[in-house]
Nanobody, 115 residues
Framework: QVQVNESGGGLVQPGGSLRLSCAAS????????MGWYRQAPGKQRELVAV???????NYADSVKGRFTISRDNAKNTIDLQMTRLKPEDTAVYYC?????????RGKGTLVTVSS
């Protein structure tokens, strides 16, 4: 298995912002597109944002214009800047390659949007 380490989650009010970070090993980071995924209670995991090796990005319609994904190839990290958060953004957020690999494991980071 390949470990990743997600961080930066927390409790935030609607309309607020959070920045998530994921540290990954160079073995998976250097040669793959990377993505942020999320899983809300009772729902399937969904793709939130993707960043390709060349920096191109793609976003789920539900977060487009509010979230920004970025990567630091020197540090093997990807970040997710989340703004104008909504209660429906509440979920555990995970990072993985894109497409997701089954051997990549992280504990995720919980984001709770609530007043």
């Amino acid at each position: 298995q390949v470990q990743v380490n997600e961080s930066g989650g927390g409790l935030v009010q609607p309309g607020g912002s959070l920045r998530l970070s994921c540290a990954a090993s160079g073995s998976i980071f250097s040669f793959n597109a990377m993505g942020w995924y999320r899983q809300a209670p009772g729902k399937q995991r969904e793709l939130v944002a993707v960043i390709h090796i060349d920096g191109r990005t793609n976003y789920a319609d539900s977060v487009k214009g509010r979230f920004t994904i970025s990567r630091d190839n020197a540090k093997n990290t990807i970040d997710l800047q989340m703004t104008r958060l909504k209660p429906e953004d509440t979920a555990v957020y995970y990072c993985n390659t894109y497409p997701a690999r089954m051997d990549v494991r992280g504990k995720g980071t919980l984001v709770t949007v609530s007043s």
